[in-house]
Nanobody
Framework: QVQLVESGGGLVQAGASLRLSCAAS????????MAWFRQAPGKEREFVAA????????GYADSVKGRFIISRDNNKNTGALQMNSVEPEDTAVYYC??????????????????WGQGTQVTVSS
């Protein structure tokens, strides 16, 4: 069983930066492919960014490419999402997810076995 706990959400103004963290436990962190998804009110959950077990491979949704950076520290069992130049369209609940089978989990939420409870990010204009 893997437990994921997100933190770092909040209310920020457009153009600001925010850093989300994901603390993992229950399994060797380096054995987990990780990703961030988000869900805005009335919308489906969407892919934001993913990172491989080693951290060497990353992928981003087009809407955040060049603004967000996904990272991980396998020694500290934590993942992070650095959000720069945020926009009101980034307002959503952000979820950390873990894939126990693949080296790199990809963009589909069904690939991920474990999810955190989510952290709210609200961007004001």
């Amino acid at each position: 069983q893997v437990q994921l706990v997100e933190s770092g959400g909040g209310l920020v103004q457009a153009g600001a930066s925010l850093r989300l963290s994901c603390a993992a436990s229950g399994r060797t962190f380096s054995s987990l492919a990780m990703a961030w998804f988000r869900q805005a009110p009335g919308k489906e959950r969407e892919f934001v960014a993913a990172i491989s077990r080693s951290g060497l491979s990353t992928g981003y949704a087009d809407s955040v490419k060049g603004r967000f950076i996904i990272s991980r520290d396998n020694n500290k069992n934590t993942g992070a999402l650095q959000m720069n130049s945020v926009e009101p369209e980034d307002t959503a609940v952000y979820y950390c997810a873990a894939d126990t089978d693949a080296y790199y989990g990809g963009t589909y939420p069904t690939h991920y076995d474990y999810w955190g409870q989510g952290t709210q990010v609200t961007v004001s204009s």
